[in-house]
């Protein structure tokens, strides 16, 4: 499983030395002792991260939006930040917001059901907006 995870540090500072690592065991043992809100293949994480280029946009594909050990749920930029140039990241927010709604409803508010739920609906989308976004701009 993977967790869209969207990165970023203000232009006075620098970021970690690890995140600038070509080695992708160096990032994904940044990300071990980093991350820990979400339980995430480091490994993994760190693979896509030395294999893509920087500039001032990334990404990193995901395939679920929440965190039953946390009880959590991302949504809109959270889950799939994109470029404000194509303008489609509050209509997807809003798209989201709808689906959770509905979801909601449909499961007379069980959470547990609604978590997994969400992401098989909303991970795909999201994805599809992810790539738009980086391909239209990088």
Known sequence: NKLNVALGTALNK???????SDDAAVVAEYFRTHWHAFDIDADDAGEQWVGQGWNTI???HCNFYHSETLNA????DAAHATSPQIGQGMNTALADAAALDR???ETKDDWA???PKFSEERVKEGQALTDLSFYTFS
């Open 14 to 20: 620098d970021c970690a030395p690890e995140l600038k």
């Open 58 to 60: 990334s990404q990193v």
């Open 73 to 76: 749920l991302l949504l809109g």
């Open 103 to 105: 979801l909601l409803d």
């Open 113 to 115: 059901a609604v978590l």
